[in-house]
C-alpha cells in the first residue's frame, strides 16, 4: 500500500503561482516503479487529468488547458511528485488529486488539496 498526501493548495490571485506537494509514504521502495499524476476536479466536472510523469521522469503528458504553464516533477529519493502552476486563471479552481498507476489504472489516490483563482 501506498498513501498520499497533497500539500500546497490555496487561494491565489488570477496570475499568481502555486507549488502542489505530493509525498508518498508506506510501501515507498515502489515509488519509483509508479506512473504520477495530478489530477482535477471542479464543482460540477467531471475529474480531468491534468499533467502525468513517466516512472523515470522522462516521458511527460500536459492536458491542453495548462501546458506552458504547469509543470510535473518528481524525486524519487524523496518519494514526491510535485506541480509547480504559474499564470494561474479562475477556470484553474479545482481540487487537486494526485495518483499513482502500477501500469494503467491509477490504483493509489490522495484526498486532494483544494485550489481556487480568484479574478
Known amino acids: 500500500q501506498v498513501q498520499l498526501v497533497e500539500s500546497g493548495g490555496g487561494l491565489v490571485q488570477a496570475g499568481g503561482s502555486l507549488r502542489l506537494s505530493c509525498a508518498a509514504s508506506?510501501?515507498?521502495?515502489?515509488?519509483?516503479?509508479?506512473?504520477m499524476g495530478w489530477f482535477r476536479q471542479a464543482p460540477g466536472k467531471e475529474r480531468e487529468l491534468v499533467a502525468r510523469?513517466?516512472?523515470?521522469?522522462?516521458?511527460?503528458y500536459y492536458a491542453d488547458s495548462v501546458k506552458g504553464r504547469f509543470t510535473i516533477s518528481r524525486d524519487n529519493a524523496k518519494n514526491t511528485v510535485s506541480l509547480q502552476m504559474n499564470s494561474l486563471k479562475p477556470e484553474d479552481t479545482a481540487i487537486y488529486s494526485c495518483a499513482a498507476a502500477r501500469i494503467t489504472q491509477y490504483n493509489y489516490w490522495g484526498q486532494g488539496t483544494q485550489v481556487t483563482v480568484s479574478s
Open positions: 508506506g510501501r515507498t521502495s515502489y515509488f519509483s516503479t509508479y506512473t
Open positions: 510523469i513517466s516512472r523515470s521522469g522522462s516521458d511527460i
